[in-house]
């Protein structure tokens, strides 16, 4: 049976044009295709997103990339509604957040969505646990209660300890700390982290990810996460959205990503990571009955086994020492064949089974 996943966020056709000519533009650019530069030249605005539509789903990690002003954060910006859309609307658990008055948009940040910027903004004349507790204190939580959340919150990001320090006594990687523990102390639906370890030591960083996607495993919160690294994007997200000029160029898992590329542009994009990690088993095994149908009926008794999500990396190791094939199973039951020539295959990037380029 498959399992239906609910949308806990929907886009639906953003467009945000900015100038004072901004309908015409849009319109200009439906109509005759206009880039954004002849935008730019003809009616003086900017092109910022144009005709975003996705979804995310609930305790799903979708991340959006792009190069510095490709409108990631632009894009983002529309969910909370920071930023008002020229066309389009976003839906909250079904909800249309363009349609919401400034009360139920209130409210609708107070207790759904938490978000986590670069720069975490902490008050200063505060102290972690007051920083951490802030956003239930604006909504009237006793100092008791205050404080339980907040300590839980800082044990979360490892920072038990510190909570009595003000920001100037942190380094940068405990600052961002910090602000993870105030988004995950008001328990949102939703985490909207835009860049959030971009300005951050290469090793801080890859520590601070793997803080966020244990937390996000334990808590299973809907995050919309903007990097402008692939290696991050890979890495913590469940899907990859890539952006260009304001354009959602492709969506799609990080296996997707780099095997499919959609156009030029993304294959540039991807052209350097390793697939080891990525591609599957299901992606290059054969199925049994079309192996055996060519090579007759097989004692498998003696075949290294694999999983269909186990990758090249887990694949090799198994195919190390073995001049068998490798058998997939699902659920304890036999459904393909991964072959030596299909595994060497999948490691330069090319389909087996088809003879071409992934």
Known sequence: MVELRE????????????????????????????????????????????????????????????????????????????????????YIEGQNVNAMNAQELRQLRAEKIGMVFQSMALMPHRTVRDNVAFSLEVRGASEAERAKVAARAIEMVDLTGWDRKYPDELSGGMQQRVGLARALAADPTILLMDEPFSALDPLIRRQLQGTFMDLSAELHKTTVFITHDLDEAIRIGDRIAIMKDGVLVQIGTPEQIVTEPADDYVAEFVAG????????????????????????????????????????NEL?????????PILVRAEGVAIGVVTKRALLRGIQGRDETEGRAA
């Open 316 to 324: 090799v190791d198994l195919a190390v020492g073995t001049d068998h």
């Open 273 to 312: 990571i390793s697939k080891l990690d990525l591609v599957t088993a299901a992606r290059i095994m054969q199925p049994l009955a079309a192996y055996t149908q060519a090579h007759g009926p097989q004692d498998t008794a003696r075949w290294p086994v694999a999983r269909p999500e186990q990758n090249l």
């Open 7 to 90: 949308d806990v966020i929907r886009c639906e056709g953003i467009w945000k044009i900015f100038g004072d000519r901004s309908r015409q533009a849009t319109e200009a650019v439906r109509n005759e295709g206009l880039t954004k530069k002849e935008i730019r030249e003809k009616f003086d605005c900017v092109v910022g997103v144009q005709d975003a539509s996705f979804t995310v789903g609930r305790g799903e990690i979708f991340c959006i990339m792009g190069l510095s002003g490709s409108g990631k954060s632009t894009l983002i910006r529309h969910i909370n509604r920071l930023i008002e859309p020229t066309l389009g609307a976003v």
